[in-house]
């Protein structure tokens, strides 16, 4: 079943409508062809939930309620709010609800636990990210990736290529390996500055994120990303001298002896190490500490 659409605003001139918001990193996407194309690649199924992160003036939002779905769509402008509400009234869409807040201090945890004790189905989640706040949210749905099942995000292009960066590049570091542990990460296409109203100085980025179901979470998860913090924290230092803080506040050991006994030369860097290095480097640590709890 296709749900009603309606036809009173197009894609770009509802981008024209608004002047976008410098302080939020505002930038409405204007072409509707690259606006369903990204849709297109969610793939969303009858009944599930989406959560449309920073909805602006629905270019996205336009062709989401097309498909048989439930949209919740989280807006910090009340501008944004009232045009979307115009565009996309309750008595045509009573499948969609928009609320206005800032997806940063929203309950996303809480949501998706409502979402997958009511419906049997995971939250999926779409968005066209600020850039002033991609990076904070996505460690929010790194957070909650448990309770996720997959994401389709618009980025700035060097902050995609952070997320899916070989181990020796300067891309690589603490985003990459939080997003390892819980999600598969893909680069889908480019989208350039054009396609914005106003055009953006860079590049943007569309992204796939399908979460693992047995991502990292909670302690786990935070622990890991401090042990990143500090192991990349000093990027230039030799991995003994990066962690030795850490370790000696964690073990009241010296890191040469944990990276000695996990055979990793200490005088490596940690954009070094691939992945699994890391994390067994990180596993190591954490059976370390519990057993000197024990």
């Given at each position: 079943?296709?749900?009603?659409?309606?036809?009173?605003?197009?894609?770009?001139?509802?981008?024209?409508?608004?002047?976008?918001?410098?302080?939020?990193?505002?930038?409405?996407?204007?072409?509707?062809?690259?606006?369903?194309?990204?849709?297109?690649?969610?793939?969303?199924?009858?009944?599930?939930?989406?959560?449309?992160?920073?909805?602006?003036?629905?270019?996205?939002?336009?062709?989401?309620?097309?498909?048989?779905?439930?949209?919740?769509?989280?807006?910090?402008?009340?501008?944004?709010?009232?045009?979307?509400r115009e565009r996309f009234p309750e008595s045509?869409?009573?499948?969609?609800?928009?609320?206005h807040g800032d997806i940063l201090e929203y309950?996303?945890?809480?949501?998706?636990?409502?979402?997958?004790?009511?419906?049997?189905?995971?939250?999926?989640?779409?968005?066209?990210?600020?850039?002033?706040?991609s990076s904070p949210l996505?460690?929010?749905?790194?957070?909650?990736?448990?309770?996720?099942?997959?994401?389709?995000?618009m980025v700035q292009r060097e902050l995609a290529q952070r997320l899916v960066a070989p181990p020796g590049t300067k891309e690589y570091g603490i985003l990459r390996l939080a997003c390892w542990v819980v999600a598969e990460a893909r680069l889908c296409f480019h989208v350039p500055a054009w396609a914005f109203q106003p055009a953006p100085e860079v590049t943007s980025t569309v992204v796939s994120l399908r979460f693992r179901p047995d991502a990292w979470s909670g302690d786990t998860f935070q622990r890991f990303r401090r042990f990143l913090q500090a192991a990349f924290g000093k990027r230039r230092k030799q991995l003994h001298n990066a962690l030795e803080d850490y370790v000696a506040s964690l073990l009241h050991r010296s890191a040469g002896e944990v990276l000695q006994k996990a055979g990793i030369a200490p005088?490596?860097?940690?954009?070094?190490?691939?992945?699994?290095?890391?994390?067994?480097?990180?596993?190591?640590?954490e059976a370390e500490r519990l057993d000197g709890c024990a």
């Open positions: 079943m296709l749900w009603r659409m309606s036809t009173s605003c197009s894609t770009e001139s509802s981008a024209n409508k608004l002047t976008p918001r410098k302080r939020w990193g505002q930038h409405f996407l204007r072409d509707e062809r690259l606006a369903r194309r990204i849709v297109e690649l969610l793939a969303c199924q009858p009944g599930e939930t989406v959560l449309e992160v920073g909805p602006g003036t629905g270019a996205l939002t336009e062709h989401l309620l097309r498909l048989p779905i439930r949209l919740v769509a989280v807006e910090l402008d009340e501008r944004c709010l009232a045009l979307l045509a869409f009573p499948q969609a609800r928009f609320v309950d996303l945890a809480g949501y998706a636990q409502q979402v997958l004790e009511q419906t049997g189905k995971k939250l999926v989640v779409i968005g066209n990210l600020p850039y002033n706040i996505l460690f929010r749905l790194f957070d909650t990736a448990r309770l996720l099942s997959r994401a389709v995000l005088e490596r860097r940690a954009e070094e190490l691939s992945p699994e290095e890391l994390i067994g480097l990180y596993r190591l640590l």
